[in-house]
């Protein structure tokens, strides 16, 4: 398994950016796909982006098509998610989580998650 911690959430009004970073231990980083879900309160936790082991693939949720991208940086063993254009909508804790499925998005395929980083958008 591999262990990952997220890192670069905070508040933001609508319309803003932030960039989410999670930093993969572990030697075996670039042969996982990794991904981005979202948990607001009350609901369960979504898909939002997936990137494929080399970087050449990528899915994206139907709400964050457009404004959110996902990159990796094997030499840094790190997997990011810029977000632009936030809306309020968009508040959740954002988890990076690994999968040894190719270009995964549904949860079950991932095995490995970080703790959780919150992004809140003010209107």
């Known amino acids: 398994q591999v262990q990952l911690v997220e890192s670069g959430g905070g508040l933001v009004q609508a319309g803003g950016s932030l960039r989410l970073s999670c930093a993969a231990s572990?030697?075996?980083?670039?042969?996982?796909?990794m991904g981005w879900f979202r948990q607001a309160p009350g609901k369960e936790r979504e898909f939002v982006a997936a990137?494929?082991?080399?970087?050449?693939?990528?899915r994206y949720a139907d709400s964050v098509k457009g404004r959110f991208t996902i990159s990796r940086d094997s030499a840094k063993n790190t997997v990011y998610l810029q977000m632009n254009s936030l809306k309020p909508e968009d508040t959740a804790v954002y988890y990076c989580?690994?999968?040894?499925?190719?270009?995964?998005?549904?949860?079950?395929?991932?095995?490995?998650w970080g703790q959780g980083t919150q992004v809140s958008v003010s209107s």
């Open positions: 572990g030697r075996t980083f670039s042969s996982y796909t």
């Open positions: 990137i494929s082991w080399s970087g050449g693939s990528t």
């Open positions: 989580a690994a999968s040894k499925n190719p270009i995964a998005t549904w949860k079950g395929a991932f095995g490995s």
